[in-house]
């Protein structure tokens, strides 16, 4: 039997992750943000080269033995540890996060910080347009108001939390990302590349916040419209949340996890099959704002958290990460 050591997965083959740079200044190794001092320069480059199609553990020891194999070992496992060599497909942070390195960027941290400059930069952004000559403008007219779903829609942060969710707002809500039969044919209410529908969907409902929902971690299931428990037991609580998320999180009812199952879509799509995932979600969002709207329930799409401490939770495999989270609960009383 294969050993499974702590740190890493003998039976797997790990790769270099895109995510990480490796740069070597003055026989100092650094990669990505973290800084290996001179020790690890004598299996560098080569260890990167050799993951860059996959390599198993055993095979990245065969590769250096004239080095202590103690030490590569304990290297290894860190760099799997810090993700630098991954068995899995990256977390959208991982891919994207690493564009700001050839981004050229004209502001600087303290924008962010001061109010002032905040909102100078924000009103520069939102009054942007190309340099083109005017002459060529034609004005539209909108004669006809929209209805109230897409005029009055805005993005709630606080929600009514001394009444529950009813099972029948509840099941419009969810209802949205049902499959619909017909005539033979799987359609849904919303559209995903090649048919494939490729982002799954896990619902966090807290304790006494819905009608005859016990608190948990729940699959949607889009082929029956049900919610089936996936765990329980666990409790989801602020610390999952980034600062700025925290109070929003404390006042909604469900969380909603938008999470990509490569499976499905990959094998025919290869690598842009994430990138039509991303825009599914999208897709998937504007649906859930709508059907949200007409049934008073107010929703907060939320960028970024800490899902690292929740994700055991899920039980995903290494071809599932999260795209999107968004919270929901009732529209607070005026
Ligand atoms: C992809 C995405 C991520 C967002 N992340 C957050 C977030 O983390 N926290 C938050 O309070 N609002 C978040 N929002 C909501 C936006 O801040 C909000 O849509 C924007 O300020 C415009 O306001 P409105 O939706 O009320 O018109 C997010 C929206 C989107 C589409």
Same mark, same amino acid.
């Not at 999107?324 to 529209?331: I, P, S």
């Given at each position: 039997?294969?050993?499974?050591?702590?740190?890493?997965?003998?039976?797997?083959?790990?790769?270099?992750?895109?995510?990480?740079?490796?740069?070597?200044?003055?026989?100092?190794?650094?990669?990505?943000?973290?800084?290996?001092?001179?020790?690890?320069?004598?299996?560098?480059?080569?260890?990167?080269?050799?993951?860059?199609?996959?390599? +198993?553990?055993?095979?990245?020891?065969?590769?250096?033995?004239?080095?202590?194999?103690?030490?590569?070992?304990?290297?290894?496992?860190?760099?799997?540890?810090?993700?630098?060599? @991954?068995?899995?497909?990256?977390?959208?942070?991982?891919?994207?996060? @690493?564009?700001?390195?050839?981004?050229?960027?004209?502001?600087?941290?303290?924008?962010?910080?001061?109010?002032?400059?905040?909102?100078?930069?924000?009103?520069?952004?939102?009054?942007?347009?190309?340099?083109?000559?005017? +002459?060529?403008?034609?004005?539209?007219?909108?004669?006809?108001?929209?209805?109230?779903?897409?005029?009055?829609?805005?993005?709630?942060?606080?929600?009514?939390?001394?009444?529950?969710?009813?099972?029948?707002?509840?099941?419009?809500?969810?209802? @949205?990302?049902?499959?619909?039969?017909?005539?033979?044919?799987?359609?849904?209410?919303?559209?995903?590349?090649?048919?494939?529908?490729? @982002? /799954?969907?896990?619902?966090?409902?807290?304790?006494?916040?819905?009608?005859?929902?016990?608190?948990?971690?729940?699959?949607?299931?889009?082929?029956?419209?049900?919610?089936?428990?996936?765990?329980?037991?666990?409790?989801?609580?602020?610390?999952?949340?980034?600062?700025?998320?925290?109070?929003?999180?404390?006042?909604?009812?469900?969380?909603?996890?938008?999470?990509?199952?490569?499976?499905?879509?990959?094998?025919?799509?290869?690598?842009?099959?994430?990138?039509?995932?991303?825009? /599914? +979600?999208?897709?998937?969002?504007?649906?859930?704002?709508?059907?949200?709207?007409?049934?008073?329930?107010?929703?907060?799409?939320?960028?970024?958290?800490?899902? /690292?401490?929740?994700?055991?939770?899920?039980?995903?495999?290494?071809?599932?990460?999260?795209?999107?989270?968004?919270?929901?609960?009732?529209?607070?009383?005026?």
């Amino acid at each position: 039997m294969k050993k499974r050591l702590s740190g890493y997965d003998s039976n797997k083959r790990y790769f270099w992750s895109p995510a990480f740079d490796c740069v070597n200044d003055d026989d100092h190794l650094r990669i990505g943000a973290f800084d290996f001092g001179g020790d690890a320069g004598g299996i560098f480059p080569e260890l990167y080269y050799i993951t860059q199609r996959g390599a +198993t553990p055993c095979e990245m020891m065969q590769r250096f033995t004239s080095v202590d194999p103690g030490k590569l070992e304990k290297l290894i496992k860190e760099l799997v540890q810090k993700r630098v060599l @991954v068995s899995s497909i990256l977390s959208p942070s991982e891919i994207f996060e @690493v564009q700001s390195r050839m981004f050229k960027n004209e502001y600087d941290e303290e924008t962010f910080l001061n109010p002032a400059r905040l909102e100078e930069y924000r009103r520069k952004q939102l009054n942007r347009r190309p340099n083109l000559n005017e +002459t060529g403008k034609i004005l539209l007219e909108q004669k006809e108001a929209y209805p109230e779903l897409i005029s009055q829609r805005r993005t709630y942060r606080t929600f009514d939390t001394d009444h529950r969710i009813s099972m029948k707002t509840l099941s419009q809500l969810m209802s @949205v990302f049902r499959q619909v039969c017909s005539e033979g044919e799987i359609r849904y209410y919303y559209a995903s590349a090649g048919g494939l529908y490729p @982002v /799954d969907i896990y619902v966090y409902a807290k304790d006494n916040r819905v009608e005859s929902v016990q608190g948990g971690l729940y699959y949607y299931s889009p082929i029956d419209n049900s919610l089936v428990l996936a765990n329980s037991s666990c409790v989801i609580t602020e610390a999952a949340h980034l600062f700025t998320n925290k109070d929003i999180f404390r006042s909604s009812a469900l969380s909603l996890f938008f999470i990509y199952n490569a499976d499905v879509s990959m094998p025919k799509y290869g690598g842009m099959a994430y990138f039509y995932a991303c825009i /599914d +979600t999208g897709l998937m969002v504007g649906a859930l704002t709508a059907v949200a709207e007409l049934n008073d329930i107010g929703i907060c799409s939320v960028g970024s958290m800490e899902f /690292d401490r929740i994700k055991k939770y899920f039980h995903l495999n290494e071809n599932q990460t999260l795209l999107h989270t968004v919270e929901a609960g009732l529209k607070p009383k005026i």
